[in-house]
């Protein structure tokens, strides 16, 4: 059964900053855009690059490896790898992240597992 896990601090991650972390078997990144916190897999769907590492712009992520991008609201791809790097690599491509529910009580963030 899902249940609501204390991740952080509301002041740990700042407006326009994103910040992973690791919730049981779960690597799950959360971003803070515009006051408002999200959360998604951290892992790129692709080939598992760690997406904290790449840069957030709004409310979209882009992996630091081979530059998909997702929107950390709804978890959907905006922009695919090169379709160069999918005939090297073999596969079809970035596919939508994950989502999970957030709630804040008080300072903590909380995210639903």
């Given at each position: 059964m899902a249940k609501y896990i204390t991740i952080a601090k509301i002041n740990e991650i700042p407006?326009?900053?994103m910040k992973g972390f690791t919730v049981g078997n779960k690597q799950i990144l959360v971003a803070n855009v515009k006051g408002k916190f999200y959360a998604t897999?951290?892992?790129c769907s692709h080939k598992q690059a760690y997406l904290p590492n790449g840069k957030l712009k709004g409310n979209i992520v882009t992996c630091p490896l081979h530059g998909a991008q997702f929107d950390v609201v709804s978890g959907k791809v905006?922009?695919?790898?090169?379709?160069?790097?999918r005939i090297l690599t073999g596969d079809k491509g970035a596919t939508d992240l994950n989502t999970y529910e957030i709630k804040?009580?008080?300072n903590k963030i909380k995210v639903k597992i």
């Open positions: 407006e326009g900053t897999d951290a892992l905006q922009k695919n790898i090169n379709p160069l790097i804040v009580e008080g």
